[in-house]
């Protein structure tokens, strides 16, 4: 399990852990662990160009001892001072491992500062007229220019979990010259411009190749927009742990849903692994209905018990001979199905009257049931259908949340943690919140922040299978919180490979199980699934 932590609690952990040691300590570790990690991106550290962008804190601070480390093993170091203080202990030690320092125009942190050839700097970069200057060059110069654009490795120590709100300048511009460089980009604790304790994004923020993180796992990492921008991810260990809290959020591994998912043993009958019932499908979307099967069977459930309209059933029945099929009448509900484990209710399912009395009717059953897409509009209108006394399952994107909870979409997206957290204690049930970044939320549990998602699982019906995954899970015995995060980790892995189609979701779903079952089984690491 991953956990990880809003700034705050880092800031807490750290005044602890700080407190038994001697002044330094934790930056030196920091420092060596980034300065490793740095070398590995460069290959060969001698000789090679890295580029330092500073900010006035402690993560500035980190990345001048780094640098430090590097420009002693021969690699021709340039720090851009870029805040308006600069750590000066820092500086000083890669002044001494013969890094140079340059300022930016303007800045006071660059009224002490030189250039490579030793020239004062203080205000004096920008390029001149008509020499190919930039809007750029207004904010830091050509030379600072070049220098990003020449480097092998620009390392953003610009800011770090002290960052609030939209980079000023002139860190944006810097963030902004950093991802047009051809050279890597390492980010120092997260990438500047990354709310740490969210992973909102306002404005710029730097895009890193690779991030290295210190102490411990900060949420903006894990969630996008934040996970997007910090590339790969690496942990360095500071002794941070003992003194870390409860997390408020958690990402599993693969060992985690390995631990989780259901699997037939010698006693295992078709009833024991759990049937599930689907009412999803109408007369005009029958797909959603063939997808949800789909997904519900090929994610390994004992038994599929489809209940639709007429034309649902026709295609149901003609792509899955597996599924145990009842036709209903219109108004009908699903009390002469059979029994079922867990029921899925929603996708295609429509939202008339005949769809209405349907989900009524699942929802008076009482087993756990997951309520997707049109089943979502119809319990937005009756909320009072959401009041029972088994689990509840919801698995919105954020404009669906937004007709339950009344919350604005672009609220929803933009600070998804703390609304499906909001959503799940308010309407007293599990959240899979879809989006980027998908999120399970359940009250009193860490937000569950799933690590597997793909960019491919945008196209539609993709979101039938899912429901399908997880009702399979829910009906196998496992909790709404397990179901939803295990289900959303199989289906992020078996849309990884793109361009494809909700099929090829469910299609590739027993190879995803296989193959991580498998990984763990044969002693191997279980398969790299860091972005
Ligand atoms: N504590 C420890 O034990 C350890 C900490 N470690 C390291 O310290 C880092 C935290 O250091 P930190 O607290 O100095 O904050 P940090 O992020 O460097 O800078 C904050 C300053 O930036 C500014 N600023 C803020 N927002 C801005 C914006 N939008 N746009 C522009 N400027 C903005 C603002 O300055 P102001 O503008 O107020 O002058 C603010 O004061 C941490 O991430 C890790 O790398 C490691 O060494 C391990 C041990
Ligand atoms: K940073």
Redo the contacts with the bound molecule.
């Keep these: 399990m991953r956990t990880a932590y809003t700034?705050d609690q880092?800031?807490a952990a750290?005044?602890a852990?700080?407190a038994t040691l001697p002044e330094g300590t934790?930056?030196e570790?920091?420092?060596t662990g980034l300065a490793v990690v740095c070398a590995r991106m460069l290959g060969g550290v001698y000789g090679s160009r890295v580029v330092l962008l500073v900010?006035?804190?402690?993560?500035?601070?980190?990345?001048l001892y780094a640098g430090a480390r590097l420009a002693a093993r021969g690699a021709g170091v340039d720090a851009i001072i870029a805040?308006?203080?600069v750590h000066e202990a820092g500086l000083a030690a890669l002044r001494r491992a013969g890094g140079r320092v340059t300022g930016l125009p303007g800045g006071e942190a660059a009224t002490s500062a030189t250039t490579p050839n030793g020239r004062p700097v203080a205000g004096s970069l920008p390029g001149a007229p008509g020499d190919g200057v930039t809007d750029d060059d207004a904010v830091v110069g050509g030379t600072v220019r070049d220098l990003i654009g020449a480097a092998d490795l620009i390392v953003d120590?610009?800011?770090?979990?002290?960052?609030?709100?939209?980079?000023?300048e002139p860190?944006?511009t810097l963030a902004r010259l950093a991802g047009d460089a051809p050279g890597e980009v390492v980010a120092?604790?997260?990438p500047?411009?990354v709310d740490?304790s969210s992973g909102q994004v306002e404005g710029a923020a730097v895009r890193a190749d690779a991030t290295v993180t210190?102490?411990a796992w900060k949420i903006g990492l894990l969630v996008d927009p934040g996970a997007g921008h910090a590339g790969r991810t690496e942990l360095v260990d500071?002794g941070l742990g003992p003194h870390l809290p409860e997390p408020d959020a958690v990402a599993l591994t693969d060992a985690d849903v390995v631990a989780l998912l259901p699997r037939p043993g010698a006693s295992s009958d078709k009833y024991r692994r759990g049937v599930v019932g689907i009412a999803a499908g109408s007369e005009h979307y029958t797909g959603a209905a063939v997808l949800a099967v789909g997904g519900a069977l090929r994610a390994g459930v004992g038994m599929v018990r489809y209940a639709g309209s007429a034309e649902p059933v026709a295609q149901v029945r003609a792509h899955w001979p597996e599924a145990v099929i009842t036709t209903l009448a219109p108004g009908e509900g699903v009390e002469e199905v059979g029994r079922v484990q867990a029921w899925v209710l929603g996708p295609g399912l429509g939202t008339g009257d005949e769809a209405r009395a349907i989900a009524r009717s699942v929802l008076a059953e009482d087993v756990p049931v997951l309520v997707d897409a049109d089943a979502l509009t119809l319990v937005a209108q009756e909320r009072s259908l959401l009041r029972r006394d088994a689990p509840v399952l919801i698995t919105p994107h954020a404009g669906e949340l937004s007709r339950l909870t009344g919350v604005p979409r672009e609220l929803i997206e933009a600070r998804s943690l703390e609304n499906v957290r909001r959503a799940a204690a308010e309407l007293e049930v599990t959240v899979l919140l879809k989006g980027s970044t998908t999120l399970v939320a359940r009250e009193g549990r860490p937000v569950r922040i799933n690590p597997t998602g793909s960019p491919w699982l945008a196209t539609g019906g993709t979101g039938d299978v899912l429901a399908g995954v997880a009702g399979a899970l829910l009906a196998a015995g496992l909790s709404g919180y397990d179901a939803a995060s295990c289900a959303a980790y199989l289906h992020g892995i078996a849309g990884r490979r793109g361009p494809l189609a909700a099929s090829d979701v469910a299609e590739a779903l027993p190879e995803t199980v296989r193959s991580l079952v498998n990984g763990l089984r044969q002693g191997r690491s279980p398969a790299k699934l860091d972005r």
């Design positions: 700034s880092i800031r750290e005044a852990l700080m934790l930056m570790r920091a420092a900010g006035g804190g402690d993560n500035g601070g980190d990345t805040g308006r203080r120590g610009m800011l770090g979990i002290g960052g609030t709100g939209a980079l000023r860190y944006a120092v604790d997260l500047s411009g740490a210190f102490g500071i």
